[in-house]
Nanobody, 120 residues
Framework: QVQLVESGGGLVQAGASLRLSCAAS????????MGWFRQAPGKEREFVAT???????YYADSVKGRFTISRDNAKNTVYLQMNSLKPEDTAVYYC??????????????WGQGTQVTVSS
């Protein structure tokens, strides 16, 4: 069992940066790939980025070059550094633990989400 708690969301202007954190409980954190997903109002949940246990990463095209996912296995934490934020990045951001995939159905555990709002 893994419990996930996100933090770091907020309201920023376009062009600003935010860093999201996701703290995981449980001793098996390092065994899981960790993903970030987001859901905007009225839209489906979409993939943002994922990182596997050895640090390989994969990004959605919409965030490639602007967002960076990283993990600290010693701290049981995964991060999402978001730079050059755009209004279309506005969403609730969720972290998840599971398999290294952009498919949300491959993730077994989910956090409660943190709101990111980017004003123009």
């Amino acid at each position: 069992q893994v419990q996930l708690v996100e933090s770091g969301g907020g309201l920023v202007q376009a062009g600003a940066s935010l860093r999201l954190s996701c703290a995981a409980s449980g001793r098996t954190f390092s065994m899981y790939a960790m993903g970030w997903f987001r859901q905007a109002p009225g839209k489906e949940r979409e993939f943002v980025a994922t990182i596997n246990y050895i640090g390989s990463t994969y990004y959605a095209d919409s965030v490639k070059g602007r967002f960076t996912i990283s993990r600290d296995n010693a701290k049981n934490t995964v991060y999402l550094q978001m730079n050059s934020l755009k209004p279309e990045d506005t969403a609730v951001y969720y972290c998840a633990a599971g398999s290294y995939s952009p498919d949300s159905t491959k993730y077994n555990y989910w956090g409660q989400g943190t709101q990111v709002t980017v004003s123009s």
